[in-house]
């Protein structure tokens, strides 16, 4: 059974403040890893991709990847309460093509 | 451009009546996904269309569960004799291909809820 886990929260931070999330998997053939951000009665938004060792930045948003460790994290810089959301990690194994979720971070960015 | 569109927002049904949910993915992309979200399982597959083909049907929950997608475009998800376990969010993305490196991108999802 392919696991995805992230802690549950509620992560609270103030704003301003970098918000850190963490995402770890099971399955070593996991080759795409993605990070969504959710608020409260919306849809997933993807906000960043990452399918290499190393970090990918994106505004105000980083990715790291590091697959020797299975772990992938999210960190948010300059947090706003703007970012209050629930954070999905979701990963594809190999060549497949159907993502699987952690069951997501709640963020919450106090002003 | 325009994103994933689902149709209806809501849907309230009563036990054991037939409900269809409707995508229409971004336009140009061939893959089509759905998921189910709901409270106690999170984000779950359901089925994914290369295509109108369905290569993959394993997260169907059951037979009530069914899926077509015509002309490469608009996808219909359809579960007959719905239950109360059926209550979720039925989500929609889509993709510009398979694989690992196409990313999916989500439409606004259906809440249906089942009396």
């Known amino acids: 059974q392919k696991e995805v886990e992230q802690n549950s929260g509620p992560l609270s931070v103030p704003e301003g403040a970098i918000a850190s999330l963490n995402c770890t998997y099971s399955d070593r053939g996991s080759q795409s890893f993605f990070w969504y951000r959710q608020y409260s009665g919306k849809s997933p938004e993807l906000i960043m991709s990452i399918y290499s060792n190393g970090d990918k930045e994106d505004g105000r948003f980083t990715a790291q990847l590091n697959k020797a460790s299975q772990y992938v994290s999210l960190l948010i810089r300059d947090s706003q309460p703007s970012d209050s959301a629930t954070y999905l990690c979701a990963v594809i194994e190999g060549s497949n093509y159907k993502l699987t979720f952690g069951k997501g971070t709640l963020l919450t960015v106090n002003p | 451009g325009a994103g994933v569109s689902q149709s209806p927002s809501n849907k309230v049904t009563e036990k054991g009546k037939d409900v269809e949910l409707r995508c229409d993915p971004i336009?140009?992309?061939?893959?089509l996904y759905w998921y189910r979200q709901s409270l106690g399982q999170g984000l779950e597959f359901l089925i994914y269309f290369q295509g109108n083909s369905a290569p993959d049907k394993s997260g169907l929950p059951s037979d009530r569960f069914s899926a077509e997608r015509t002309g490469g475009s608009v996808s219909t998800l359809t579960i007959q004799r719905t239950q109360q376990e059926d209550s979720a969010v039925y989500l929609c993305?889509?993709?510009?291909?398979?694989?690992?490196?196409?990313?999916?991108?989500f439409g606004p999802g259906t809440r249906l809820t089942v009396l």
């Open positions: 993305a889509s993709s510009p291909g398979t694989g690992g490196y196409n990313e999916q991108f």
């Open positions: 336009s140009g992309h061939t893959a």
